[in-house]
């Protein structure tokens, strides 16, 4: 047993409606790569921002290094040697990669100092990074190194890590991990997030488990198989996701030629892009974040119009109609940015059920929104996507990541589409819930429905696709069948290697 970094006693945090945390207890030990485990809305996002400062505790301790720690904000919790590296990324995307890094600093050193300490520490962890460059300009994986050379420089005690490789691809998480252990090895103690099981099972030595906002088990990942784990964190057994047989119809969704150029600046044009996808297929399209995915849905759903005969529905061109005449036909979509773009945060569910399902349910009538049929709609999709929530008139931002995500993706679901684009539909979502999804997309194809999965996980997209292509700088590579294409070839190909036999992407 490691000597104790930080020990942790009878933390409780209760929230109006729900108790997130629940007499929690555990302790990691310095130098320890400890994950921390649970379904969406177990507790996890709590107990770290107790950890970090964010939050108070409403009862309970804790200790660092034996001494009573009780942070009243991050700038303490830093001061005490805790850094923490976010899912979503804080960068500032016109800044260069040393600005960012002396904003998330205490008492950030001179700029040709600072640089110079950046190139020192990047090549130190094998995590390359030049100082001058514009973050706009910098991949995700890129992206992420800046946040965790942030924390490195202020010599932390405890990193804490959530759901770090959601947006890197194979080669980059391999990159991360060995970083990680050569911080393990110097003292560092890591918590670590995931709902990536095998990555737990590959990086950790400890895992503690929550399961509604209780610690119900503590093992050592290495012993465990991925199912074991993911058992553990929902309390029952849950059957894999299960192919059903089927027959491709007709083209349902044709794209040819797809131009567009992105609204964002900081974004990425889409570059003569052709596909087709037949009733009951499932089109799998991977990449490295930043390559084109937000823009491809964009203009699959009608937020970015082209040229009519660019995107065409069953033989009819739609590129130039906008969301709402596409959501009619029949062509759904769910977006990647829950919070903000698939749902508005201060909004109920029952609003944001209107939102997009306004047309298709009939839930207006007259020209005034019926409220109960509205509310009855939310709550279907809230019982069939297991969205744990107080109600349906609970605001979205209340909700935890993967509890949204179930909802957003569930709310299209069950609006029959006749065609289905969607974004990384399990991201941040636990091991159960992301099979319930999956198996849903499955479902409709089986169906008949024509399926874009747009997603960085390579194991999603090799269970749910019939035929995959790769997104790089706005272009998208040859679609293949995904029968017979390795994890390895595939990342390849989101990695840019267009001269492989794999991966043939037109100049």
Not at 149 to 171: A, F, G, K, N, Y
Not at 255 to 263: H, N, T
Not at 310 to 320: C, I, K, L, Q, R
Request: proline share 5%.
């Amino acid at each position: 047993m490691k000597d104790t970094l930080l020990e942790i006693k009878g933390l409780t945090k209760a929230y109006p409606g729900v108790v997130a945390n629940s007499d929690v207890s555990f302790r990691i030990g310095k130098g320890e790569v400890h994950a921390l485990l649970g379904e969406n809305g177990a507790g996890k996002s709590t107990l770290v921002k107790m950890i970090y400062g964010l939050v108070k505790p409403d009862s309970g301790r804790m200790a660092l290094n034996g001494a009573d720690y009780a942070p009243a904000d991050p700038h303490a919790a830093r001061a005490s040697g805790v850094a923490m590296v976010f899912q979503h990324f804080s960068l500032f995307e016109a800044l260069s990669v040393a600005e960012n890094v002396a904003l998330g600093m205490e008492d950030p050193p001179k700029p040709r100092d600072l640089a110079r300490q950046i190139r020192e520490v990047s090549e130190t962890y094998g995590l390359p990074l030049d100082p001058d460059r514009t973050v706009g300009g910098l991949s995700a994986g890129e992206r992420q190194r800046v946040e965790i050379i942030r924390c490195l420089l202020q010599d932390p005690r405890l990193l804490i890590m959530d759901e770090p490789t959601s947006v890197l691809t194979p080669q980059e998480v391999e990159i991360l991990f060995q970083t990680l252990r050569k911080l393990s090895a110097e003292g560092t103690a890591i918590l670590y997030i995931s709902h990536k099981l095998e990555e737990i099972r590959s990086l950790c030595e400890t895992a503690t488990i929550l399961r509604l906002g209780k610690v119900v088990d503590t093992c050592d990942p290495r012993e465990a198989s991925a199912r074991e784990l993911a058992e553990m964190m929902v309390g029952s057994s849950f059957d894999p996701v299960q192919r059903e047989a089927k027959a491709f119809g007709a083209v349902r969704l044709k794209v040819s030629g797809l131009s567009a150029k992105s609204p964002g600046e900081f974004g990425t044009s889409l570059k003569d892009i052709s596909f087709e996808v037949r009733a009951g297929e499932v089109l799998g399209i991977g990449g490295v974040a930043g390559n084109g995915q937000d823009e491809l849905l964009a203009a699959l759903s009608g937020e970015i119009v082209t040229a009519a005969d660019m995107v065409s529905f069953d033989g009819t061109p739609v590129g130039a109609q906008g969301p709402e005449a596409r959501r009619k036909a029949g062509v759904l979509s769910a977006p990647e940015e829950r919070l903000g773009h698939a749902a508005a945060p201060d909004m109920s569910l029952t609003e944001n059920a209107v939102l997009t399902a306004a047309a298709r349910q009939g839930l207006m009538r007259g020209g005034f929104l019926d409220w109960p049929k509205a509310r009855d709609f939310a709550e279907r999709v809230i019982e069939a996507f297991d969205v744990r929530t107080p109600g349906p008139g609970t605001a979205a931002r209340a909700l935890s990541g993967g509890n949204l995500q179930k909802f957003v993706i569930g709310r299209e679901v069950m609006q029959d589409p006749q065609v289905l684009v969607v974004n990384q539909p399990t991201w941040g979502v636990d091991a159960a819930a992301a099979a319930a999804i999956r198996q849903a997309l499955l479902h409709l194809a089986a169906q008949g429905t024509a399926l874009v999965v747009i997603s960085q996980d390579l194991d999603e997209l090799m269970e749910v696709a019939d035929r995959f292509g790769a997104l790089n700088e706005g272009r998208l590579s040859e679609i293949r069948p995904v029968q017979g294409l390795t994890v390895e070839q595939i990342g390849l190909m989101m990695g840019g290697a267009h001269d492989m036999e794999v991966a043939h992407v037109d100049a």
